[in-house]
């Protein structure tokens, strides 16, 4: 069975910086897109970003100003997330997840999921 993977999480200062990485174990990324999602305590998980793992197309949230940027990396089969000028309030568990749709936002769409790395960023 197919299991995707996060690392890359920990503890930063604002303004820092975090790679975090999406790996598949048992297969290589054969769906359509692959995205990231973050949940902070007490509240709903969000969208972040995705990417369409064959074209290298890219969707972002809006709240994000620029500061991610998502990126797949064929030769290592992970789906980077790397995190710039972070905000105390981007702290979070962050998971990726699998879709067949290409580039969606909607949690509904997305059939595998990750368990997590924590994302904490002080002040």
């Known amino acids: 069975q197919v299991q995707l993977v996060e690392s890359g999480g920990g503890l930063v200062q604002a303004g820092g910086s975090l790679r975090l990485s999406c790996a598949a174990s048992g297969r290589t990324f054969s769906w359509y897109s692959i995205g990231w999602f973050r949940q902070a305590p007490g509240k709903e998980r969000k969208f972040v970003a995705v990417i369409n793992w064959n074209t290298g197309t890219a969707d972002y949230e809006d709240f994000l100003e620029g500061r991610f940027t998502i990126s797949r990396d064929k030769s290592e089969n992970t789906v980077n997330l790397t995190m710039n000028s972070l905000k105390p309030e981007d702290t979070a568990v962050y998971y990726c997840?699998?879709?067949?749709?290409?580039?969606?936002?909607?949690?509904?769409?997305?059939?595998?999921w990750g368990q997590g790395t924590q994302v904490t960023v002080s002040s």
């Open positions: 997840a699998a879709s067949t749709i290409s580039l969606p936002r909607l949690r509904s769409f997305y059939d595998t």
